[in-house]
């Protein structure tokens, strides 16, 4: 049986109309989830790691080639400046020979001065090794996904570090997956400490560079420092390498941080059983 | 910017195909895997879609180079319309030299993927 012609007609106008305002209504949706983004983290942030878990068996596989790829390009590069590299080795090996020596002798020393003491040890670190398998190094997000996940015992807030030092934390976790937040995104806090002077700064990624506010404490500071974790808030866990400070005029301290974060491949999430980042509420709702 | 360059591809030459609905829906799904604020790339890909699209027919038999200097146009405001609106809702200003080389490296890779992107429009035409 066919639909009367008015009803054709209305349909047809409908569509008509549905599609002029299409753009309209789309752009209006895309306001609405910048907002919906803003109020609602959580249920973004569930959708996130969601989405994280069904395309983490797909990005593993399309992982491996770009690895290989990135490899080559690497070996590549250290042929073309393997003299160099060579030379650089030889002095850094003198130099560490040197530091071997101090830290064995002050690895004794505080050995003795410990069981004098009786100083009561940290807690013991658990670590768990994941792959990366997608990197956003973009100017607007820096972040990566691992292939590891709530399954495999990774929980909000722990450390990313790699061999060089500290490459972010953990942002949002899926089952199978999880994102960390890297240390020059711009929405990355972390609490450092700046040795030899032992102030305490917050660590912040600024257009394009890594800075350090809110200072407290009067030590000199100056290029060349180390800047490590700090345990404030129970964030962290202290003392893992961040980075080297590099530039410092009036208020502005810029640091270049130790892990280059475009390249790393491997990380190791560091869980020291600190309570600073807070955990995610569904996950608290879930668990009662 | 990767999925600038296929909407602003595919929107020109093949709308049938690829519908504003489609581009928003894309932008909504890099928002969630990439950890961009929620809806930033949906609505950049919904204006570089309309962008493209509306001016396809002064667009279609034109030589590749033509092609690429007007994607080079349709990217810079990309580009833009992105660091503002990031700039915006991250209540923060991206470094310039950044968002600049972003924008370079889209530009230059954009033949590779033209190429690719006509080669199949070529074996879709066929299959049709």
């Not at chain 1, 956003?136 to 030092?165: E, H, Y």
């Not at chain 1, 500071?221 to 962290?236: H, K, L, M, Q």
């Not at chain 1, 005029?249 to 270049?256: A, C, F, H, N, T």
């Not at chain 1, 059983?273 to 569904?282: A, K, Y």
Request: aromatic share 10%; with cysteine; proline share 5%.
């Amino acid at each position: 049986m066919k639909p009367p012609a008015g009803h054709v007609s209305r349909l047809m106008a409908f569509r008509l109309l549905l599609h002029r305002f299409t753009f309209l209504t789309l752009m209006m949706i895309a306001f609405g989830l910048m907002l919906l983004g803003k109020a609602e983290t959580l249920l973004v942030d569930r959708l996130r790691a969601g989405i994280g878990d069904a395309f983490t068996p797909l990005l593993e596989i399309l992982s491996r080639p770009a690895a290989n790829v990135a490899i080559l390009v690497e070996n590549v590069r250290h042929l073309v400046m393997l003299r160099a590299e060579n030379t650089r080795l030889h002095e850094e090996n003198v130099r560490l020979l040197h530091w071997q020596a101090v830290a064995r002798h002050l690895e004794g020393e505080n050995h003795a001065l410990r069981s004098l003491l009786k100083v009561v040890p940290g807690p013991t670190a658990s670590f768990i090794s994941a792959r990366i398998i997608a990197v956003t190094d973009g100017p607007f997000v820096r972040s990566a996904l691992l292939n590891a996940g709530r399954r495999d015992g990774v929980r909000k807030g722990q450390a990313v570090v790699t061999g060089a030092g500290l490459a972010g934390r953990v942002d949002r976790v899926g089952s199978l997956s999880a994102s960390i937040l890297l240390l020059t995104d711009i929405h990355s806090r972390i609490p450092v400490v700046v040795t030899p002077s032992r102030n305490r700064a917050l660590l912040i990624a600024n257009k394009g560079t890594l800075q350090l506010i809110y200072m407290i404490g009067d030590g000199p500071i100056a290029p060349g420092n180390r800047v490590v974790t700090a345990e404030d808030a129970y964030a962290f866990p202290p003392d893992i390498p961040v980075g080297i400070v590099t530039h410092v005029k009036d208020s502005l301290i810029e640091v270049k941080p130790f892990v280059n974060t475009s390249t790393i491949e491997y990380a190791l999430l560091v869980d020291y059983g600190l309570s600073g980042i807070l955990p995610d509420i569904t996950l608290k709702r879930e668990d009662r | 910017m990767w999925t600038v360059i296929g909407v602003g591809y595919w929107s020109i030459v093949r709308p049938d195909l690829i519908r504003p609905s489609f581009s928003f829906f894309t932008g909504v799904f890099e928002d969630l895997l990439c950890g961009a604020p929620l809806g930033l790339n949906a609505l950049v890909l919904l204006c570089v879609h309309t962008a493209a699209a509306s001016q396809k027919r002064f667009f279609l038999y034109k030589s590749f180079l033509f092609w690429w200097f007007i994607f080079a146009f349709i990217a810079l405001f990309a580009i833009f319309f992105k660091w503002f609106l990031f700039s915006l809702i991250a209540d923060t200003v991206t470094r310039l030299r950044e968002i600049l080389l972003s924008y370079c490296l889209t530009v230059l890779i954009y033949p590779a993927f033209g190429r690719l992107f006509a080669s199949l429009e070529v074996l879709l035409a066929k299959d049709e």
